[in-house]
C-alpha cells in the first residue's frame, strides 16, 4: 500500500492563495501535507512578519520564489518569500489576501500515516505542530 501522495493543483488570477490552499486541503481531506513547490505572481500580498501581531500588505507585481510549510484540514502554517519588479525579496507568514496574478502552480505532499494538529502547548502564544498517527 502506497502511504504518500502526490497533488498538483494550478490557481487562477484572482484566487486567493492562502484561501484557495485551504479550500483544497479540505477538499481533500489532508491530514499531513507539505508543501512541495509552488511557483507563480501576486498582485496583492499580506505577509505577517517574524514576532509581529499584524500583517504588512502592498500592491503590485510580485514573484512567487517560495511557499513551504505544513497543510492539514486541522491548521495550516505556510510561509512565502516574494520579489517585487526590482528584485527587492520580502517574505513572511502567509495571510488571507495574497491574490494571485497570473498563475500559481503548485505541488502538494501529503502523509497516509501521519495527521497534523495545532496545540497550544505553553512555549508560544501560537498552536505549534502536534504530530499524530493515523
Not at 71 to 83: D, R, Y
Not at 94 to 117: D, M, N, P, Q
Request: some cysteine; charged content about 20%; hydrophobic content about 35%.
Amino acid at each position: 500500500m502506497n502511504n504518500q501522495r502526490i497533488h498538483a493543483l494550478r490557481l487562477k488570477p484572482g484566487d486567493d492563495l492562502k484561501q484557495a490552499l485551504q479550500n483544497f486541503v479540505v477538499e481533500n481531506n489532508i491530514q499531513a501535507g507539505w508543501m512541495i513547490t509552488c511557483v507563480g505572481s501576486l498582485t496583492k500580498y499580506n505577509i505577517r512578519f517574524a514576532n509581529r501581531p499584524n500583517g504588512n500588505n502592498d500592491e503590485g507585481y510580485f514573484e512567487i520564489l517560495s511557499l513551504t510549510g505544513t497543510l492539514s484540514v486541522n491548521g495550516s502554517h505556510l510561509h512565502i518569500g516574494i520579489a517585487d519588479n526590482v528584485g527587492k525579496t520580502i517574505g513572511g507568514h502567509l495571510l488571507e489576501g495574497c491574490i494571485v496574478y497570473t498563475t500559481a502552480e503548485i505541488v502538494i505532499g501529503e502523509s497516509k500515516e501521519i495527521i497534523f494538529l495545532r496545540a497550544y502547548d505553553g512555549t508560544t502564544q501560537w498552536k505549534e505542530l502536534k504530530i499524530g498517527e493515523q
